[in-house]
């Protein structure tokens, strides 16, 4: 094939837009040598490549690995492939020869039918590409999300939950309900969902909880019994790490009361926190 599609959707892919010039040109150049491959987005053999590009084989290798780091395209095996080739470059023209010869095969058939044929067929082509472009562009905005989502962990598994939850239907609602966590004192506490979490229990639905936004009081409720109380500490060792290094004057309840909501709340704690904790509460250690 001697072309493929360039969206302008690219100029809001921040994947491709953190790319250096010279990387980004690397880049077109193997979306061309895709094309010209024909095999669903796979790269040649490294030699042929190289000489489509006129470059050494190490000089190549060391381009190819940066382009996967950066999740543009994918090794598999002993060869690479572009990533989501066949989400973006779908092959709209395969059934051109057989349509062909149908179409002449019904205007001898029934020639006072021809545009009625044809009409129909231009129909059906026009909802498929629709139904295509909506697939891709929804698709595309997981990049979107991605970026935006502070919890950077299970990538692959929340792009699988991304296409199997959202719609074009509902996608504005998800960026809309993002927003929302976006400002909540839970997310500014460094307390976040796993992702793929996020997106199967449909949690763009909601508010973030009421009384993690200081609506709620535990004023003469003793402070190991406070729920509270492992929530504002979990936040002290978000904002500052150090304090994991430091002596911890808990009380015994108060100590159990954090490890308990560390532990049930785990998968939504960030990375970092995480590790902090760890070092906090050596009873985590095998979580």
């Given at each position: 094939m001697d072309w493929f599609r360039f969206y302008t959707r690219a100029l809001d892919n921040a994947k491709i837009q953190k790319l250096s010039p010279t990387l980004f040109k690397d880049?077109?150049?193997?979306?061309?040598?895709?094309?010209?491959?024909?095999?669903?987005?796979?790269?040649?053999d490294i030699d042929r490549y190289c000489f489509r590009v006129?470059?050494?084989?190490?000089?190549?290798?060391?381009?190819?690995?940066?382009l996967v780091d950066s999740g543009l395209i994918d090794r598999v095996g002993d060869h690479f492939q572009v990533?989501?080739?066949?989400?973006?470059?779908?092959?709209?023209?395969?059934s051109t020869e057989r349509v062909?010869?149908?179409?002449?095969?019904?205007?001898?058939e029934h020639p006072g039918n021809v545009s009625v044929e044809r009409s129909r067929n231009a129909i059906e082509q026009n909802r498929t590409e629709q139904n295509r472009t909506e697939g891709a562009r929804e698709t595309f905005r997981f990049e979107e999300f991605w970026e935006r989502y502070p919890n950077?962990?299970?990538?692959?598994?929340a792009y699988r939950m991304w296409l199997s939850?959202?719609?074009?239907?509902?996608?504005?609602?998800?960026?809309?309900?993002?927003?929302?966590?976006?400002?909540?004192?839970?997310?500014?506490?460094?307390?976040?969902?796993?992702?793929?979490?996020?997106?199967?229990?449909?949690?763009?639905?909601?508010s973030p909880p009421a009384e993690e936004a200081g609506q709620?009081?535990?004023?003469?409720?003793?402070?190991?019994?406070?729920?509270?109380y492992p929530v504002r500490h979990l936040a002290a060792l978000a904002r500052d790490p150090e304090l994991a290094n430091q002596q911890n004057n808990e009380s015994p309840r108060a100590r159990a009361a954090v490890i308990a909501h560390a532990r049930e709340n785990w998968d939504e704690l960030s990375p970092e926190l995480q590790a902090t904790v760890k070092r906090a509460y050596s009873e985590l250690e095998d979580v």
């Open positions: 880049w077109v150049n193997v979306m061309c040598i895709a094309a010209e491959n024909e095999k669903d987005g796979e790269l040649p006129r470059i050494s084989k190490a000089k190549a290798m060391r381009k190819l690995k940066s990533h989501d080739w066949k989400d973006w470059q779908y092959n709209s023209d395969t062909r010869k149908h179409r002449a095969k019904k205007r001898q950077k962990v299970g990538r692959d598994k939850v959202i719609t074009a239907a509902n996608v504005a609602e998800v960026f809309a309900g993002l927003e929302r966590w976006e400002k909540s004192e839970r997310w500014n506490r460094k307390i976040y969902h796993d992702p793929v979490n996020w997106l199967n229990e449909k949690l763009w639905e909601d709620s009081s535990s004023a003469g409720v003793p402070e190991w019994q406070s729920p509270p």
